[in-house]
């Protein structure tokens, strides 16, 4: 315990992942220095793989540096009995094999496949009675009596690994595993629950809820599987929405509704969910009133004075009233952050909104300073073994030591055989450096076959690109409106600077420049640009400088006057769709530059437009 300064408490709830480092000082202050939250989505992958996830992505980003770790689990995955043990308590060892007898009847799983503890639990009463004495008088006899009790615990040894493990990857020594229902009852003994009363302890989670009765020094513990998911459930079934959506909806508009007659809210959303919330709350108020009648009746407890609330769940408005109604006693909220002090640079608003959740990380922080009245441990024997491993390294090192002696004996025998094969090596060396020369010149003409198609495979595509200036020109001619005529037709594409061979128009040079006039304006001229003495407002490029066309810019005129958007779509339906050279879609196949309606002369409209090819054309 000395040798402790920090440790990170991890709580895995049913839906949800909460982390917290203590730091404890000389005197038994615990300090919270840092904590984290968020929820755990289920995968396919199953509990695990989820919880790895966030399990690392919280470790780097608030930066947890404790190296040792407590574990709870949820109470949902667990098994809780306790037992009452027969009269034979003088011998040790029969305690051992009465405690391991009743765990074997009790346990409903195969004790090879669990990870159970347990504790023993002294239970004492005074029983009264009177007496009639020989005078007549009455005299009150008052007898003690004492019991033993043993509380067991019991988890699936995978349902542990599966969290185990991950932690242990991630560099940390596990101190203790236990389940929250306890780290919950210890924390609560330590600050809020007195030994001379009875009270009833309420979880209320996402998937289930843990009820715990601490009756003095006795514990009784029991899984519920109704909580708040139960209501969002619901709200999801009525407005017919998904489950995120119904729980935001719980979140905004939830209560749960008051009994006898009162004013129903004015929003009918809420009204719906008060009611279906106080239906789940009564059937949870059920399973709470027989816990109680079972924990009375065949454990001989005391009846519960108060009620202390805690869990996600616990905070919906109105709950505090329900269970008061419903079990007629004083509820309030459990709050065991007086056990601990909170660092200043500790996001309070942050810590206060997840504090009903939080009870189970401080229980998990008491077992660091103090000797809690629940003391089990869930370790799996896989670490337990690793501990014992780790206090016999001495013996595994003389055991290496040995094994390196073996090892240099061992060495010396394969140097002798590889000196032997050394020999044989050298007898086949010449035919090995025959082979390689024959090979390095099958490498060297194999490169000169490789340059050579490289060269026919360019040609060959040259003359496969040159065909497609013709079909493209035939395909627009083809599918050109009769009202609509060109008078130029420009290949766009990235501009490179020239080449003495480009220059001079070599085999590689030229390509897609202004092509012939077509239609009226071929034939008569630019009447626009006669009358307006207008130039293009967008240069041609140099075809010479053209590297790859990517685009084709065409400008002409139409006698369509309705607006440019009727002129853009007709030319881009007519020209794009199952086109082979020009890609579809507005946003990306085509562009409308410039658009001038009615013309000063000749009441036509000019235009400029850009298609972009489906396949580049190379030079």
């Known amino acids: 315990m ?88 003088g011998n040790p060892g029969a305690v051992n094999k009465i405690i391991e007898f009743e765990a074997r009847q009790t346990v409903p799983y195969p004790m090879d496949e669990v990870v159970w503890d347990y504790q023993l639990l002294k239970h004492e009463w005074v029983e009264s009675r009177l007496e009639t004495q020989e005078d007549g008088s009455t005299l009150e006899i008052s007898d003690a009596h004492e019991e033993y009790e043993a509380l067991f615990v019991a988890v699936k040894t995978d349902q542990i690994t599966q969290y185990t493990d991950v932690i242990e990857d991630s560099g940390k020594e596990i101190l203790s595993v236990e389940i929250a229902p306890i780290a919950l009852f210890n924390a609560a003994k330590a600050t809020q629950c007195q030994d001379d009363e009875c009270v009833l302890l309420l979880n209320i989670g996402g998937r289930g809820s843990n009820l715990m009765i601490a009756d003095h020094n006795r514990v009784f513990i029991r899984s519920i599987p109704i909580a708040g998911d139960a209501i969002t459930q619901q709200v999801a079934k009525e407005f017919s929405i998904g489950f995120e959506e119904a729980e935001d909806l719980k979140q905004r508009h939830g209560f749960v509704a008051l009994g006898g007659a009162y004013e129903e809210p004015e929003s009918e959303v809420a009204a719906t969910i008060s009611k279906i919330a106080r239906n789940v709350m009564t059937r949870l108020h059920g399973e709470v009133s027989r816990s109680i009648n079972v924990w009375r009746s065949s454990h001989g407890g005391n009846a519960p004075t108060r009620v202390l609330l805690s869990g996600g769940g616990s905070t919906m408005l109105y709950i505090t009233d329900f269970f008061q109604e419903k079990l007629r006693l004083p509820v309030e909220y459990l709050n065991t952050f007086g056990a601990i002090t909170i660092a200043d640079n500790v996001n309070k608003d942050a810590l206060q909104a997840i504090a009903p959740m939080f009870q189970e990380l401080i229980g998990l922080s008491l077992r660091s300073v103090t000797q809690c009245p629940i003391d089990i441990s869930l370790v799996p024997n896989s670490i337990k073994r690793q501990k014992e491993l780790d206090r016999k390294k001495i013996y595994f090192y003389i055991s290496a030591v040995s094994l390196i002696l073996c090892l240099l004996i061992f060495a010396a025998g394969v140097n002798r055989r590889l000196n032997f094969d050394k020999s044989r090596v050298e007898r086949v060396q010449s035919s090995v450096e025959a082979t390689t020369k024959m090979m390095d010149r099958v490498n060297g003409l194999m490169g000169q076959y490789r340059s050579a198609k490289s060269e026919y495979e360019a040609a060959y595509q040259f003359l496969a690109d040159r065909g497609k200036w013709t079909g493209m020109l035939e395909e627009i001619q083809e599918r050109m409106p009769d009202n609509v005529w060109l008078t130029s037709i420009v290949g766009i594409g990235d501009v490179v600077e020239p080449t003495p061979e480009t220059a001079s128009g070599g085999p590689m040079g030229g390509g897609l420049g202004p092509m012939p006039p077509m239609g009226m304006a071929g034939l008569f001229g630019d009447p626009a640009m006669q009358q307006t003495g207008e130039e293009e407002e967008t240069p041609d490029p140099d075809p010479v400088n053209i590297h790859e066309v990517k685009e084709i810019r065409l400008r002409g005129y139409s006698l369509l006057t309705e607006g440019k958007t009727l002129l853009e779509n007709e030319l881009r339906e007519r020209l794009c769709t199952n086109s082979k050279y020009f890609v579809e879609g507005k946003d990306e196949g085509s562009t409308l530059v410039k658009f001038t309606s009615d013309t000063q002369t000749l009441n036509m409209t000019a235009f400029e437009i850009v298609f972009k090819l489906k396949e580049p054309i190379k030079k």
């Open 2 to 89: 000395a040798k402790e300064h920090s440790v990170l408490t991890i709580d895995i709830g049913g839906d949800n992942l909460k982390l917290a480092e203590f730091v404890f000082v000389p005197g038994g202050t615990i300090v919270l220095r840092n904590f984290a939250f968020r929820k755990l989505v289920e995968q396919e992958e199953g509990a695990g793989k989820a919880f790895a996830e966030v399990y690392h992505e919280l470790l780097s980003e608030y930066n947890f540096t404790a190296k040792q770790v407590r574990l709870s689990l949820s109470g949902q995955n667990s098994f809780s009995r306790l037992s009452k043990l027969p009269p034979l308590m």
